[in-house]
């Protein structure tokens, strides 16, 4: 059975850039056909779909986080590792890293992409990241 956990800091201060991990266990980052998803949830709101990177290493990031992230991956550990730069306050959230077979998800407005749980096979158990001087 696959197993996502995130890692990272806690806490980051504004203006910096704020870099997460995801360890995969129980299957290939590199089969399968999958989508390695980044996505969060702030405080009192729904969930931001962030970016993914694919099984072969393409990426593609949302509208709304495109100028300031990156999606990476290390093979050699099963990993991939979320890259998103001049954070502020507004990105303080509950990170995710997550699977699915789609990519993108259906929700589309505004420029930004918006995840349903049910749209993933496989969550991490989140992460909580705090943006503050």
């Known amino acids: 059975q696959v197993q996502l956990q995130e890692s990272g800091p806690g806490l980051v201060k504004p203006s910096q850039t704020l870099s997460l991990t995801c360890t995969v266990s129980g299957g290939s980052i590199t089969t399968g056909r999958y989508y390695w998803s980044w996505i969060r949830q702030p405080p009192g709101k729904g969930l931001e779909w962030i970016g993914y990177i694919a099984y072969e290493g393409s990426t593609y990031y949302s509208p709304s986080f495109k100028s300031r992230t990156s999606i990476s991956r290390d093979t050699s550990k099963n990993q991939f590792t979320l890259h998103l730069s001049s954070v502020t306050p507004e990105d303080t959230a509950v990170y995710y890293c997550?699977?699915?077979?789609?990519?993108?998800?259906?929700?589309?407005?505004?420029?930004?992409?918006?995840?349903?749980?049910?749209?993933?096979?496989?969550w991490g158990q989140g992460t909580q990241v705090t943006v503050s001087s």
């Open positions: 997550a699977r699915d077979l789609r990519g993108v998800p259906a929700t589309y407005r505004n420029r930004a992409y918006y995840a349903s749980r049910d749209e993933y096979d496989t």
